[in-house]
């Protein structure tokens, strides 16, 4: 467990960029899902 721990470390300071990108791109989703889910929730009423 602790090696992957180190290799994404090496990886994510070796890639910023693309770390970065996976990053916004999964809050955009999470945020993308969690309107959805509060707009069927209101239109379920």
């Known amino acids: 467990m602790e090696a992957t721990f180190e ?6 300071s070796k890639n910023p960029r ?3 990108k996976i990053v916004a791109l999964v809050f ?4 993308l899902g969690y ?7 209101l ?3």
């Open 28 to 31: 955009f989703l999470y945020f």
């Open 7 to 12: 290799k994404l470390i090496s990886y994510i």
């Open 18 to 20: 693309t770390v970065t």
């Open 35 to 41: 309107k959805i889910g509060k707009t069927m929730a």
């Open 43 to 45: 239109l379920d009423r």
